[in-house]
């Protein structure tokens, strides 16, 4: 019998539950058995433009850049876990990394969820002594929160543009550029 050996028909539901089915929130680096939920989490607020799309083959292929929350959540007298967050650090240079893709589960916003995958995000950058790290953002007071500041994205190098140029807002971008110092000079 032969049996594919990559399967691109899985369908890609995005899962509701209320926040008291809940349990378990792990962070951990992301795995390939996550790219499924990863993208439905993901392309959910992707819809309504909050976000870059982010299909599964972009996934895979940038997997070792992830931390996804995963969570057991209680669903007809059964536990099943799903991913609940995500979020990637995108190296650019020794000196500059990207938060990317940050998207959390709308039953666990306001958790603290969102600031502790980030908290991570800078503490990798900070293990790999790259002193800064930014985002584009439509929620920068969460940004803010996590110790973020507002800053010209004139002042960002060439190579960030190679992935600002496939997006659909280039032109147009109404995100705001925010940083951290990670390693305080």
Not at 26 to 31: D, F, G, L, P, T
Not at 73 to 86: H, P, Q, S
Not at 93 to 107: G, K
Request: with cysteine.
């Amino acid at each position: 019998m032969d049996v594919p050996l990559i399967s691109h028909s899985e369908q890609v539901v995005f899962p509701e539950f209320a926040a008291q089915d809940i349990r378990d929130i792990e962070i951990r680096s992301a795995k390939a058995c996550d790219v499924h939920g990863m993208s439905a989490l993901i392309n959910h607020y992707a819809a309504s433009n909050v976000m870059l799309a982010r299909g599964p083959q972009y996934l895979f292929q940038h997997l070792q850049d992830y931390l996804v929350a995963t969570a057991r959540v209680r669903r007809a007298d059964e536990l099943k876990e799903y991913v609940v967050g995500c979020a990637a650090l995108n190296v650019l240079w020794a000196d500059l990394a990207e938060v990317r893709s940050l998207a959390v589960h709308p039953s666990c916003q306001h958790s603290g969820l969102g600031a502790r995958i980030v908290r991570q995000l800078i503490e990798r950058c900070a293990a790999l002594e790259i002193p800064r790290v930014f985002c584009f953002t439509l929620v920068d007071k969460f940004f803010a929160s996590c110790g973020f500041v507002p800053f010209s994205r004139e002042l960002l190098p060439a190579i960030v543009w190679a992935e600002c140029s496939k997006c659909p807002k280039f032109y147009h971008c109404d995100e705001i550029s925010m940083v951290y110092e990670v390693l305080k000079k």
